[in-house]
């Protein structure tokens, strides 16, 4: 799901490597094929070298030229032939006020600083960053070229001594934030002498502080060392990576909050697929403003925040775009993995859920930073609502207030409400009184009749649930295929808020099929053993019979998944699902494809995060580094999936068909027992898929079927025996009924 263009693009070029080996020596390729394809190969190898390392050639304490502002001084000073034999020498950073200042200069109003370097060799040199700290706006030149300007007047204008900056901006370093960056093109630098100039203002005559403190540095493309080392701040704010990158930056003494938003600014750099991303590139997918909020609730107890944001227009409405792949929209999710270690626990879900059919949060691994400072990986997904690209069903408005329009759309999810707010949802009629909120509409928009409408269709669900016939109700209810597909994949991870916390479900109109749909699947943080609380994180045992791990779930949730016949569903699904994408290696494919493709984003994220090694509630599992948690995730999941094929319950070739499955056919298979001829008689107004199943549940035929059918189909390569014969709807795999069906000698 995530990262699957890249990792095919990697085994490509391993593809064109043994396509090269095995058959050049006997002349199958031109010199010119075997040449494109060694530049194939070639400009991977060289992507991924582009800097070895990173050096810094001019420090802020280094010794500079410097002069007090003043109208004697002449726009050429920023040039290398300058004379500024009569200007002051001292150590940077020069300033006053915040501690900050190697060189104290009271009072003052700007000034003028110049520095001069040498190039060894211009060659070796792949990218050049200038870094800025400074109090309270600065413009810099090289080599007389304009290079970078912030809160002093407009770009390629000079600036008069006395010019105040628009704004106050308070200087980063000695609050423990890097300091800004500023990419710089290499054609402005020269082999040899090179001459770095800058000019600093305050806000006013009367402020406070000063600080200017600035930083060269150059990203080098081979082993040499010529220059000096990287200030400590500096690898976590300069660096290359295969994951997006995403930079939010918030108005100056405002921090985010859990609520109301804050107005933001947020810039995404995604290259393609061929190319690997810096934070020295501009930003190319989205550089615009945001409304941000810390979101969560256990997890705000944690020092790596998540957040919710919404991306706006200037006049604060929504701004719906697409973001690292993902279709349009304006609401988003950051996800920041803290306890659970792997960082990939959702990641996993979200592809399981994916790969069931039904709509599953889009997910993508990116890093983060807020005002420069880096926050380490977070996993960018889409929030669930109303939308054509997520949980797509009709959209409820102001007018829709009586007859089908009133009977959908509605998202809605069990979930906590701890600070007891009146009008977020309500409580169900039936123990344990679970709690049912408003997902969209949300609280504050859904209207009276709505309200009314979707607690009743509810309440009538749950009083035939608790009644003693609810075998023969169920079904007029809820969507059984979704109920066994979300089951199956919250079984996998033994996810403990299961059918509790974070549980959405929604409503379509009655005319669009009506019945009650569960999911989208949600925050498997607490799942694949990383809890150590109430219940065994182990992995044997049913996560659905644990009705008090933490939290109750629905009364009526053990009572759907204990009936037989969803049983016997369940194991057909669970059947089929693991012969294609719930495959063990293939699970075990994907997580090494996600570790492979985060790279050295993992150290960075724990140098940030120092919590390998150690206890975080509520890690059942605390591994020494992170391969140790990585093994522990991969060896849980596949003794879970070994337990899960063990124990599942049902057995798939007694399923019945559910009344949901032939809205508009009839199905008819004779002779039934049969010698190996049989004749479909089926009416449904869609190509099939006829699968046949033998006694222990292996697939032993696969053949398509028309539509309305009436055709001899040849079974007499098969055995004696009983076999289960299911139909689906070749459109999206959708089992549509079952039979038994006996063959005889």
Known sequence: MVYDNYISYLKTVVFFHKLLWSHLSFGMFSTRTVLTLCLTTLSLILLSQEINHWETVVYNNDLWKYKIGSPEITENWIEIFYNDDNWSSGQGGFGYGDNDDNTILEDIFSIYLRKKFTVVDLDAISRIVLHADFDDGFV?????????????????????????????????????????????GKEHLNNGENIL????????????????????????????????????????????????????????????MDEPKITAHLGVINNDINTWNSTLDDFNEYDGLIGIEIRGTSSQLFDKKGYGFETRNADGSNNNVELLGMPEENDWVLHGPYSDKSLLRNVISFHLGEKTGWYTPRARLCEVFINE???????????????????????????????????????????????????LGWNSNFPDYKFMAYVDPQSEEIIFNQRNYIMDYLYDFESAMAGTNYIQLYEEYINVHSLVDYFLVTEIS???????????????????????????????????????????????GWSYEFSDCGSWHPFWARKLLDVPNIQHLSDCRWKELRQGP???????????????????????????????GNYIWPNSFVGQDYTEEISFLKDWLSDRLSWLDDNMKGNCAEFVSL??????????????????????????????????????NRRVSLMHIPAFSNSEINLSDLKSGIYSALFRLKSNQKLVTAKKLVIID
């Not at 770009?155 to 800004?180: C, H, K, S």
């Not at 220059?227 to 921090?255: A, C, H, Q």
């Open 582 to 612: 719930f495959q063990t290696d293939s699970l075990m494919q994907f997580i090494d494809d996600n570790v492979a493709f985060m790279g050295t984003a993992i150290d960075r994220n724990f140098e940030r995060w120092s919590i390998l």
């Open 659 to 696: 009344s949901e499955d032939l809205p508009t056919s009839s199905l008819n298979i004779f002779p039934n027992p049969s010698r190996g001829v049989v004749l479909l008689d089926w009416n449904y107004s869609e190509p099939i898929l006829l699968e046949i199943y033998d006694m222990n």
């Open 197 to 256: 100039s800058i000019q600093v203002h305050n806000h006013n005559t009367n402020s406070s502080d000063l600080s200017s403190n600035f930083f060269l540095s150059f990203g080098i493309n081979n082993t040499s060392q010529n220059y000096g080392d990287t200030p400590n701040w500096f690898d976590n704010s300069v660096f290359e990576t295969r994951l997006p990158i995403l930079k939010i930056s918030t108005p100056i003494d405002e921090e985010i």
């Open 494 to 540: 033994k996810h403990i808020d299961a059918f509790k916390l974070s549980f959405y479900m929604y409503k379509d109109k009655d005319s669009k099929g009506g019945k009650l749909h569960f999911g989208p699947l949600w925050d498997f943080n607490l799942g694949y053993g990383n809890f150590d609380f109430s219940c065994s994180p182990a992995p044997e």
């Open 373 to 423: 400072n880096y926050e380490g990986i977070y996993v960018l997904i889409e929030k669930i609502k109303q939308d054509n690209n997520r949980v797509d069903i009709s959209k409820l408005t102001e007018v829709d207030n009586e007859g089908d329009e009133l009977t959908g759309g509605y998202i809605i999810k069990a979930d906590r409400n701890d600070m007891n707010i009146p009008g």
């Open 140 to 184: 810099a030149y090289l080599n007389g070229i304009e290079i970078a300007r912030q809160n002093l007047g407009s770009a390629n204008i000079p600036v008069p001594y006395n010019e105040t900056t628009p704004e106050y901006v308070e200087a980063r370093l000695f609050q423990g934030i890097p300091p800004l960056a500023f990419p710089i």
